[in-house]
């Protein structure tokens, strides 16, 4: 048992990594879904203005 501080720091390493990687996936996460609503905003834009519909909606 005298090697137990080596594996303790060992699963430590590893779930500071897993730690920073859900991070760094939620970062990426936030960035794509702020992508898709401003690609939803420019459809709906390109929607108007191809109907010819005035901004807010209806006619």
Do not use: H, K
């Not at 920073?20 to 992508?35: F, K």
């Not at 939803?40 to 519909?53: H, K």
């Amino acid at each position: 048992m005298d090697n137990i501080e080596y594996l303790f720091a060992g699963f430590a390493v590893v779930w500071a990594c897993i730690f920073i990687y859900l991070l760094l996936l939620q970062g990426r996460l936030r960035s794509l879904q702020n992508e898709i609503e401003r690609l939803e905003e420019r459809l709906e834009e390109a929607d108007r203005a191809s109907t010819g519909t005035p901004p807010g909606g209806t006619r």
